[in-house]
């Protein structure tokens, strides 16, 4: 048997939970090579986070438990290492990205202390430490690194922190980088150069990449090999291409018919009066203008996508609109009644009316409470909705509904993967059966299939009750397929709305245009023809 | 340096003023240490009032007594001392510039003191003072400068000299060389202030004090090196004859005789406290040795009180047993068991312990309104003569008197103005007419208290402990 | 993803799964039990044995303890004035416990509250609230002790409202605090978004993250107000005797400490282990309302 | 920042307005100081005597006008008893306090953080059952007690130390001991919860995924997050200790300004109390203020 860089061998976790063991992975074995790309493509919640953390000696044990297998790294298994052997490797030689970058990046300080961190924890003088944060953070693209090392995580954008959490893995060239999901809060352009990066890196170190990602875009553009996860198992493995064209598993040819961006384009119905209406719109922290005084209508029932650049202020948009942060000037108007200068008690009355999925899952979850009562605390607050004796029912509903089950409404926060929380997150937005939603990144961390699910699940709703969605998202193939129109913003501007055909078919500015040709195909045929293309373009 | 000593006081010195030398811990560091008086009561021997800046007295008439000053006295300030310092320290004290303590002895007696020459004085008053000598031994003399107002910085012609104050933490006094008298073996003494009686008792264990003047009975274990002595203090409790039932002087009986106290001694206060037949020490003038303690008879209190009951006496009126907390060592233990003795002899008596301002206002007159209510208090008399206390406790109109008696009015009235053998049996008449027939308190207790003196000095506490102590007392060893 | 356990557990009530995780730690078990217990003595104490604890008896003063020569009730020694302590202790247990508990849960929910107000509600309030708490920190319990006994009258009641005032501060203070933080949190955020009231935001989502401190502080308030109560009525405020607590009781066998030990050993130990029974108890709660480290009772119980 | 401490400033002074007047009129209801200086046996002209000559006989509000007036011109007025300026009185014992406080704390905030955070490093541990019920049993231990055992112990058998004063750093090292046992047990508790939250955070699993040793994870990374209460008690501490230890102060004869306080208020010398609430209460107003300015130095998302 070669030696491999990274190898996994019949790895098994269990958590211990209150209504008993989960396996979460089981009897799972991969390796990766020097120089390799592994993509780990799989169902939600199907063990790719927790394998991984397993390889970090990430799990708490207990409650978790590495009930059999081996990671053999360098010629030793990793799990027979003592801790301060793992913790020297950890960062050094193995470094992990993580799935949901706010909530792991420690709130109190700046990222450049944490980004210099990870090298002065493994002794690299402080100076040097700090000249290489500096070069990796302008090497992710982020604005002005000067000033940025010196910010702490909360004032970046969810994209910026996944970028600087990519720095800090990056910061000592391991030998084997785990990526979980690096690129969900990406904007395609940016997401490019970011692979990019980590291409030349494994060009120039010979690093293994295991990459765990949902996005078939992502797997045909970079990956070597791929396996494919279901319910804690690999039910396939094989080249992109074989992936692709022929699926063997059932799952995986689910997954590949999933692939989204292949529908009809809507047809956007046609004018009605605006629900929502932004005018002027603007919002600085402190010098820096994070939104410079944008306009938009959203129509009843509409689907208005915004995509853009990272850190061009979608998310501002959406904390704006909700009143979670005062705007510094400008109107949001909700059935012609400005928001902004609302008293209090009003708003909370409209409250109902309008929901939110946030981008960060984790986060926005309060980690006391049960699935049950997450779900369950919006017809708390408005009474009315639903009867308290259906609440199990209707909880269980919505779960479902979603792509979880039954029993996860006991479990708290902490007990599920990514994209799990990102589906409670829905299922909470839903169950006050409000009219407008917005989704901010709402279906990023979701495999394709689960994403389809729910896609579908709110395009029935839009149909049915005449829900009106703020879609934001990076995702172009899914806003093909959801979005009624487009709003594509830049650095605080909108720089192009229309309806999405018309941005599609043919987008007027240059920014829109790049983006568009950013995107990558899930084929892997023809993502390497792009490929081949994009790289001429880059080399001329 | 050997002869320093080093002596640990109950609390700090607020002042260190002489004309408050009447307070125990400020006498223990002023009083014939750095200020001196006239006239000096002899407490180890039976020697009456002695001569200390007085040489000798004589009485010219019967308003009027001389004293004949010592000469070649100075301050240690250097100032020499004269009739005229007298004459100040005297008016010192009754000036509205200041709150002298020392005034208080002086009350109600018109007196003028007048320098006949440097080391002659006239001290004349009105009523006349047969006990002038005595009163003598509380005026602290300070040289005629010193200001009316309080002053922290004492000058006297005693046998020491303030040196040293930092305040909160100790008092430095060093040996003068040009005192008037035998110089003392102690060159210099600290006092520090501690009010944990054990951490006092422990301090001259250790070797970090000489001399703990008073510590609790419950660390006088040693033989060797802890002293009792009686500390002139009385314990009692005051009667006001005015509320109902204590009018009834068969409730007063009852009261007395419900109490067992002997069976307090050696228990709740220590060895050597002695049952009290009156409000003074027995070393005081005037002392009838043939008074008895009543007997603890609970059936014959009962009895009386059944009989008074029978009179139309309202004996099950509910009154308190007021007690201060912290007054003595086992206060609260001591009130506890009388109210319950008190209980148990079929009176229907509550206890109330209260805080120091409280206390004062149960004490003193306007006394408190409402439920009828015996005080407990102890009374420190260590001057020899019982008229610092009988007005007070006893006089219709004294401030802390439940006495209503002409009889007692006139007794003490007499006896004041009486001199010699008269004055001792006037005295001793009263004490027997408050006793016996007014049964005017319930008298509890003469209290001891205890000293520990390091082996390595020789001094024993007398009655006087309590307000004084005096350095050239102390022998090296 | 499998799950092992394909049947579920009988859904059991609430109260039996706090039992369960409860007896999952022992040291938890055993200090409920302790206090159990003394709420047991805090009921009937006084009923059963308020006779034999005021019974004095001079002969058997300051009588040592461990030995059952003067019947059981002496087992723990007599007191100054011969009074058996087991039986003054289990009698005290009444008092003290309500003046303290009095004392502590006031001053818990006061300041808890007004601490919530400071850190949520607008500037003008929270400015007002935090200068009241520095006034308040500054005053000197004595002092205000002092002029309560003055003005009101000396009660029970009024004991425990100058206890209670005295530690306002430091619950307002530690609440203001930590709500500060905790509102920065996305799902203080999410819940704002749901319209949620901020009665229930506060109640719902930032008090359960700072009441375990909280907790915690105020168990060992709890022995702090046991000693400082005896402090007050030093002052004549509140208990007196014949009237007990232990923390009389402690501090009237302050000066036999070096002769008779046991008088206020005993009812200090009291003190103590009700203390710590209170504070590993509030442990236990922290781990078994956070559903992030439940699983340490969980997993005991299932090693067990 | 610079108008927030202005602001801050100026009703931290109407507070402290507040207190005095407050002080100043509920004191004056508290009984009569003469009564208090003089003794039993003094005639009511010695009493009338001493309370014209301190000004007591006038209208209480001519009083409170004369005080004020005298105060503007930085005259804390003359101490009842002690025949010199209150504020001397005060500033002499408060530098003692302040230097007992600031010893004290220190020792605190080093020693209950480090045994606070790894106690809840190694949760369940032997070294956190055994630090907690060991700081547990010291905490809630009547003060008292530790004190004379220490000074029988270490004074009386073992002569180690001196048994009280001050003069030696030797005579420091019992009051502090004694008043650093509760301060440590509470903020160890205090410390020990917090770190238990914050050791679940997501963020230490990247700092363990960066190859942080543990030592940073629990001192850097946690300790900062969970700082916010602990500080907030620690402050709380502080300012009882500022108040003056009371007990360590009398036992081992530390010449601070709790004992001075006591012995103010029951003798009611006004001046004094005031000047000392006032003193005091400064040095708690600025200690509440860096307090809360840390909070933001210490959680930017706290900062507005
Ligand atoms: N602490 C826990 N306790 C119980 N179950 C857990 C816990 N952590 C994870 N799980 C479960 O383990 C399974 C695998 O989780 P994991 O995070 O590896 O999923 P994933 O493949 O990364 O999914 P996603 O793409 O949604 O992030 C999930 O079903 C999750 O519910
Ligand atoms: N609290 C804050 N303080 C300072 N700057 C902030 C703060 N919050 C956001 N920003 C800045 O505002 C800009 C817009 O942020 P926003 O979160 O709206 O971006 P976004 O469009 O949602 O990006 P992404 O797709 O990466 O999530 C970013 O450049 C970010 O750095
Ligand atoms: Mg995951
Ligand atoms: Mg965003
Ligand atoms: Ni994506």
């Known amino acids: 048997m070669p030696e491999h860089l990274l190898e996994v061998c019949n790895l098994s976790v269990r958590f211990h939970t209150a209504q008993g063991p989960v396996q979460a992975v089981d009897n799972v074995s991969w390796h990766l090579d020097r120089g390799e790309t592994l993509a780990i493509l799989g169902e939600s919640g199907s063990g790719k986070s927790v394998s991984s953390a397993a390889i970090m000696n990430l799990i708490d044990c207990p409650p978790g438990e590495i009930t059999q297998g081996e990671i053999w790294f ?120 970011v692979l990019t990066l980590l291409e030349d890196l494994q060009a120039e170190t010979g690093m293994g990449l295991v990459l765990i990602t949902h996005d078939l875009g992502v797997v045909a553009d970079v990956a070597d090999r791929v396996v494919v996860m279901e319910k804690g198992k690999i039910v396939e493995s094989g080249t992109p291409h074989a992936i692709y064209h022929t699926p063997g598993h059932p799952y995986t040819r689910k997954l590949v018919a999933a692939a989204p961006g292949k529908g009809a384009l809507r047809q956007p119905s046609t004018a009605s009066e605006p629900l929502l209406s932004c005018r002027d719109l603007a919002k600085s922290y402190g010098g820096f203008d994070a939104l410079k005084g944008i306009s938009f209508d959203l129509m009843k029932g509409e689907t208005l996508a915004i995509v853009g650049e990272s850190g061009s202020g979608k998310s501002t948009v959406a904390r704006l609109v909700l009143r979670l942060e005062d705007a510094t000037h400008g109107q949001v108007l909700w059935k012609g009644d400005n928001l902004l200068t609302m008293s209090r008690r009003d708003m909370t009355g409209l409250r109902r009316q309008m929901q939110m999925v946030f981008q960060d899952p984790t986060q926005s979850l309060n980690p006391r409470m049960s699935v049950h009562e997450l779900v369950s605390e919006a017809w708390a607050i408005h009474p009315g909705i639903v009867e308290r004796r259906h609440w199990r029912d209707r909880v269980v509903a919505l779960l479902e509904q979603v792509g979880l089950t ?114 990558l195909d899930p084929d892997p045929d023809v993502q390497a023809e792009r490929r081949a293309a994009r790289l001429l373009l880059a080399n001329s | 340096q050997d002869s320093e000593v080093t002596i640990v006081l109950s609390e700090e010195l607020d002042l260190i003023d002489p004309c408050m030398a009447t307070r125990s811990n400020i006498g223990r560091v002023v009083l014939q240490n750095i200020s001196e008086t006239l006239t000096e009561l002899d407490v180890r021997g039976d020697g009456g009032v002695m001569p200390r800046l007085a040489e000798s007295w004589e009485l010219v008439d019967e308003n009027t007594w001389r004293f004949m ?207 009290a037949v009156a409000v003074v020490p027995p070393t005081t003038l005037g002392w009838n040795g043939d008074l008895t303690t009543v007997d603890y008879d609970p059936e014959g209190a009962r009895a009386l009180l059944a009989e008074a009951k029978a009179d139309g006496v309202a004996v099950d009126t509910e009154f308190m047993v007021v007690g201060r907390i912290g007054n003595f060592p086992g206060a609260t233990e001591l009130y506890e068991a009388i109210t319950a003795m008190l209980t148990e002899a079929g009176f229907n008596a509550k206890l109330q312990m209260v805080e120091v301002a409280e206390h004062e206002q149960f004490y003193s007159r306007p006394y408190v309104e409402g439920t009828p209510y015996l005080i407990g208090a102890q009374h420190d008399n260590s001057r020899g003569d019982p008229v610092f206390s009988m007005y007070f406790k006893y006089h219709s109109e004294g401030r802390q008197s439940g006495v209503y008696d002409e009889r007692v009015d006139a007794l003490i009235d007499q006896a004041t103005a009486a001199t010699g053998d008269e004055r001792e049996a006037l005295w001793s008449e009263l004490f027997a007419l408050l006793h016996d027939e007014i049964v005017s308190d319930v008298l509890l207790f003469h209290m001891v208290g205890f000293a520990r003196v390091s082996e390595s000095i020789s001094f024993t506490p007398t009655i006087a402990t309590n307000s004084s102590l005096q350095l050239s007392e102390i022998g090296l060893e | 993803m499998t799950e092992l356990s394909t049947q579920h557990r009988p859904v059991r009530s609430k109260s039996h799964r706090m039992l369960a995780l409860l007896w999952a730690d022992k040291f938890a078990f055993t200090a409920a039990g302790f206090l159990c217990l003394m709420i047991l003595c805090a009921l009937f104490g006084p009923m059963l044995l308020a006779d034999a604890a005021s019974g004095q008896n001079l002969r058997a003063r300051n009588s040592v303890p461990f030995t059952l020569d003067r019947g059981w009730l002496y087992i723990l020694g007599g007191d100054a004035l011969g009074r058996p302590l087991l039986a003054r202790i289990v009698v005290a247990a009444q008092n003290t416990l309500m003046i303290a508990a009095g004392a502590v849960v006031c001053s818990l929910a006061i300041g808890t509250f007004l601490g919530l107000l400071a850190g949520y509600a607008g500037r003008i309030w929270a400015e007002v609230i935090l200068r009241l708490a520095d006034v308040i ?3 000197p319990s004595l002092l205000l002790a002092v002029i309560v006994l003055y003005i009101l009258e000396p009660s029970v009641a009024n004991l425990v409202l100058v206890l209670a005032i005295t530690r306002i501060p430091v619950y307002l203070r530690t609440t203001r605090a930590e709500v ?71 501090s009237q066998g302050r000066a036999y400490l070096t002769s008779a030990w046991w008088l206020a050993f005993w009812p200090g130990l009291a003190i103590i282990l009700t203390t710590m029974s209170l504070n590993l108890l509030s442990s236990w709660m922290r781990v078994a309302l956070d559903p992030t480290q439940r699983w340490r009772l969980e997993m005991e119980k299932r090693n067990a | 920042m610079k108008q927030q401490i202005g602001q801050r400033a100026l009703t931290s002074l109407i507070s402290l307005l507040g207190l005095v007047v407050l002080v100043f009129f509920l004191s004056r209801l508290t009984g009569d100081p003469a009564a208090l200086f003089l003794p039993v046996d003094a005639s009511e002209e010695m009493r ?89 049993v010291g905490a809630s231990a009547p003060d008292f007690w530790v004190a004379i055992l220490a000074i029988v112990l270490f004074s009386l058998q073992l002569g180690w130390l001196p048994t009280s004063g001050t003069g030696t750093i030797w005579h420091w090292i019992m009051p502090v001991a004694v008043l650093f046992i509760r301060p440590f047990g509470l903020i160890l508790q205090v410390v020990r919860g917090s770190m238990l939250s914050a050791l679940g955070s997501p963020y230490v699993k990247t700092a363990r995924a960066k190859g942080v040793k543990s030592k940073s994870i629990i001192f850097v990374h946690t300790l900062r997050n969970g700082m916010l209460p602990v500080i907030t008690v620690m402050g709380d501490q502080a300012a009882a200790l500022l108040n003056g230890a009371v007990v360590v102060e009398s036992i081992f004869g530390f010449p601070g300004v709790g004992k001075l306080m006591i012995d103010a208020i029951l003798q009611r010398d006004f001046n004094v109390i005031l000047a000392a609430i006032m003193v005091t209460a400064l040095a708690i107003f600025i200690m509440n203020l860096l307090i809360d300015l840390s909070y933001a130095l210490l959680d930017p998302r706290i900062r507005k």
């Not at chain 4, 002690?82 to 504020?87: E, N, Q, S």
């Not at chain 4, 302040?98 to 209950?112: D, E």
Request: net charge negative.
């Open chain 1, 406 to 519: 039954a029993d996860h409404a006991t479990r708290f926060p902490h007990q599920f993967s990514g994209g799990q929380r990102q589906r409670i997150a829905i299922a909470r937005a839903l169950a006050l059966n409000p009219e407008m939603i917005i989704c901010d990144e709402a279906v990023s961390a979701l495999d394709v299939s689960i994403q389809a699910q729910v896609i579908d699940l709110l395009g029935e709703l839009r149909d049915r009750l005449g829900l009106s969605f703020i879609f934001i998202a990076h995702d172009l193939p899914v806003v093909r397929d959801f979005a009624d129109r487009v709003l594509v913003m830049q650095a605080g501007h909108i720089v192009e709305q229309g309806k999405t055909q018309d941005i599609f078919n043919a987008p007027s500015m240059p920014y829109t245009q790049r983006l568009l040709a950013a995107g």
């Open chain 1, 74 to 193: 360098d010629g030793q298994d990793l799990l027979t290492l003592s801790n301060e052997r793992r913790r020297a490797l950890n960062g050094k030689r193995i470094a992990m990205i993580f799935q949901d970058p706010l909530s792991h990046f420690n709130p109190v300080y700046t990222v450049g202390w944490q980004i210099a961190e990870s090298m002065t924890a493994h002794d690299r003088p402080a100076s040097e430490a700090w000249a290489r944060a500096h070069d990796l953070v302008k090497r992710v693209g982020i604005p002005e690194p000067d000033q940025a090392l010196r910010k702490y995580p909360h004032q970046f954008s969810g994209g910026q922190r996944q970028r600087l959490m990519i720095a800090m893995a990056l910061a000592l060239k391991p030998d084997v980088l785990i990526a979980d999901e690096p690129t969900t809060a990406l904007d395609v352009t940016v997401q490019a150069e």
């Open chain 2, 69 to 275: 000053l010592r000469d070649g006295v100075t301050f240690s300030d250097g100032t020499a001392f004269d009739a005229g310092d007298v004459v100040h320290s005297f008016e010192r004290t009754q000036s509205d510039a200041n709150s002298c303590e020392i005034s208080r002895y002086y009350e109600g007696i018109d007196m003028q003191l007048t320098a006949v020459d440097d080391l002659t004085l006239d001290i004349r008053t009105d009523p006349a003072q047969p006990i002038m000598p005595l009163l003598m031994t509380l005026l602290t003399i300070v040289p005629s400068e010193t200001s009316m107002e309080f002053t922290r910085d004492p000058i006297g012609t005693g046998p020491y000299q303030l040196t040293e104050w930092n305040v909160g933490q100790s008092i430095r006094l060093e040996r003068r060389d040009d005192y008037w008298g035998e110089a003392s073996d102690v060159s210099a003494a600290t006092y520090v202030f501690r009010s944990e009686p054990s951490v006092r008792a422990a301090m001259v264990q250790t070797g970090e004090a000489h001399i703990a003047p008073s510590i609790s009975a419950l660390e006088a274990t040693n033989p060797a090196t802890d002293f009792s002595y009686p500390n002139s203090e009385t314990t009692y409790l005051r009667i006001d004859q005015m509320t109902a039932p204590f009018g009834d002087v068969r409730v007063r009986q009852a009261l007395n005789m419900a109490i067992d106290r002997e069976a307090f001694i050696g228990t709740i206060l220590p060895d050597g406290s002695i049952p």
């Open chain 4, 48 to 136: 009338q005597n001493f309370r014209a000559l301190h000004g007591l006989n006038d209208p209480i509000v001519v009083q409170f006008g004369n005080y004020m007036a005298d105060l503007a011109r930085g005259d804390f007025g003359e101490s009842l008893r002690r025949a010199r300026p209150a504020l001397d009185i005060v500033l002499e014992a408060f530098v003692w306090t302040l230097q007992l406080a600031l010893i004290t704390m220190s020792l605190v905030a080093v020693a209950a953080i480090f045994v606070g955070s790894v106690a809840a490093f190694t949760v369940g541990s032997k070294f956190d059952r055994f630090a907690s019920l060991l700081s547990l």
């Open chain 3, 180 to 250: 500060l933080e905790v509102r920065e949190r996305m799902f203080v955020q999410a819940a704002q978004v749901m319209g949620a009231s901020r009665r229930r935001i506060i109640f719902k989502h930032i008090l359960p993250v700072t009441l375990p401190t909280l907790i915690t502080i105020a168990t060992l308030d709890f022995a702090f107000v046991m000693l400082a109560e005896s402090a007050l009525s030093f002052l004549g405020i509140g208990i007196q005797p014949p009237e007990i607590t232990w923390g009389l009781m402690v």
């Open chain 3, 137 to 139: 920190m500054s005053f």
